[in-house]
């Protein structure tokens, strides 16, 4: 089992940036491949950034590719989300999921091929 909390969600102004934070435990955290997603209100849940193994991979939704960043530390067992130039479309819940992998150079973005997930935090973005 992995567990995922994230946290660093809330309210900013549209322009502006946050930062979430997604920390690990329980399996050995740099054999998965770490995965954001999100959800806003009455849409589906949608992919947002991947990130390998060792973290020489990444991954982003055309939506938010220049925008935010996803980074990882092996050693704290944690997944980052920076997110700048915030707009009002990007909030949602944000989750981070984590997904069995067996090579550095593999990725996944899709939310049915994800092992574990956290329970969410909440950004958003006013106008």
């Known amino acids: 089992q992995v567990q995922l909390v994230e946290s660093g969600g809330g309210l900013v102004q549209a322009g502006g940036s946050l930062g979430l934070s997604c920390a690990a435990s329980g399996r050995t955290f740099s054999n998965y491949g770490m995965d954001w997603f999100r959800q806003a209100p009455g849409k589906e849940r949608e992919f947002v950034a991947a990130?390998?193994?060792?973290?020489?991979?990444?991954d982003y939704a055309a939506s938010v590719k220049g925008r935010f960043t996803i980074s990882r530390d092996n050693a704290k067992n944690t997944v980052y989300l920076q997110m700048n130039s915030l707009k009002y479309e990007d909030t949602a819940v944000y989750y981070c999921a984590a997904v069995r992998l067996y090579s550095v150079w593999q990725l996944s973005d899709n939310a049915d091929a994800m092992d574990y997930w956290g329970k969410g935090t909440l950004v958003t973005v006013s106008s």
């Open positions: 990130i390998s193994t060792n973290g020489g991979r990444t």
